[in-house]
């Protein structure tokens, strides 16, 4: 019987060994551990490579959310609304702020914020709207861009799973007033613990997050505090990690292609399986390749039987996490992110993921779903 990981980050690191063995190593003779050399160097790299103006590192995805929103002035009697499909990071963040997190429902074919919905939510106390490219997908964000610009709100986009990914010809994270990244280990682009980042073309808010994740410090004295801020810092390992892997992110968005184009083949009209869509005039980096079927949990079991490891995206829709019973959500107020939690099942996916393996991957998920 195989073994399928979720991601194999230990094929990953013996593809680039000598890459990533020499940016550790440099660090540590350096002693470089909190910012330094290696941290500016990611931050420019990114920042450049990226086409944005600023590149703001901090020690995780959530922590760049929260100084975003606490930077763009949001508070206690603001509204910001984002997706009820998302990882509590999305909302939590909100929350944190002294914000009220308004959730809306998600769009049935891509997973994302239904703009629509959107729309329905937006009262006199919203702020901002909270884009979450889930998957490796962009989220619909020329009509979440005109009604920012309607209502006088932020767009913030949360793209800790879609690294790289296009809407329209131009990437994700480059729509709004910020955007926002994790780096994750599991990430595509994956640090070796947390690490995160904000990029804007703001230059006072990129001032004012970077003094915030510093304890609020000047830019010239740290012992100059202008703001009581936060720590929040990527560490000089992980900045050396993802500077070593940045060349390759592109290559590795293709294999995780070919994969997902591989694994379209092999399941298409297979029924009893819906395969993910790829929004018109969008680039998907499949962070996630994320298959419907109608008894998730029961065929998330036979693949486990079989030696396939797999996830749900997300098996509670955010509204219905007791963290948010305050909010008193009813089912059916979700519709499309409450059928989304009940059959979508995540299968492995990785750049190093060989054609034997889909191949088993496909086979073991048919047999799965035929079996009654």
């Known amino acids: 019987m195989k073994r399928v990981p979720l991601f194999d980050l230990h094929a990953q690191y013996l593809a680039i ?4 063995d020499e940016a550790i190593a440099a660090v540590i003779a350096e002693s470089a551990f909190i910012r330094g050399r290696f941290v500016e160097n990611f931050e420019k790299t990114y920042a450049a490579d990226y086409g944005v103006k600023h590149c703001i590192s901090c020690a995780n995805g959530t922590d760049s959310i929260y100084i975003v929103l606490k930077q763009l ?23 944190q702020t002294g914000a009220r997190v308004v959730f809306a429902d998600t769009e049935d074919a891509y997973y994302t914020l239904d703009p629509a919905i959107v729309a329905a939510r937006i009262t006199p106390r919203t702020k901002a709207i909270l884009a979450v490219h889930l998957l490796g997908q962009a989220a ?36 709004g007033t910020a955007a926002t990244f994790s780096f994750y280990p599991g990430k595509n682009l994956g640090a070796y613990g947390d690490a995160g980042a904000i990029v804007t073309n703001d230059d006072e808010l990129a001032a004012r997050c970077r003094s915030f994740a510093r304890h609020g410090s000047s830019p010239t004295d740290k012992h100059d505090h202008v703001m009581e801020g936060i720590n929040s810092r990527m560490d000089g ?9 940045l060349p390759h992110i592109r290559e590795w968005t293709q294999a995780r292609r070919r994969i997902a184009a591989a694994y379209d083949s092999a399941l298409s009209g ?18 996630v390749y994320s298959v419907r079927v109608a008894q998730a949990k029961a065929v998330q079991k036979k693949l486990v039987e079989a030696g396939i490891a797999t996830t749900q995206h997300y098996p509670t829709p955010l509204p219905f996490l007791k963290a948010y019973q305050y909010l008193g959500s009813r089912p059916g107020d979700f519709p499309c992110a409450e059928r989304h939690s009940r059959e979508m099942l995540s299968l492995p996916i990785y750049p190093e993921m060989s054609e034997d393996t889909v191949s088993y991957v496909a086979n073991h998920l048919e047999a799965a779903v035929r079996e009654p």
């Open 140 to 175: 619909d964000l020329h009509p979440l861009q005109s009604l920012c610009k309607m209502h006088g709100l932020h767009l913030i986009e949360d793209c800790a799973q879609a690294h790289y990914a296009t809407y329209q010809g131009q990437r994700v994270g480059t729509f």
């Open 73 to 95: 002035g949001i508070g206690a009697g603001d509204e910001v609304i984002t997706t009820a499909n998302s990882w509590i990071a999305s909302s939590e963040t909100i929350t």
């Open 17 to 20: 060994k000598p890459q990533i």
């Open 237 to 245: 390992l992980q900045a050396a990690v993802l500077l070593a892997k």
């Open 270 to 287: 297979v029924e009893g399986i819906r395969l993910p869509a790829t929004r018109s005039g969008c680039e998907h980096v499949w962070h």
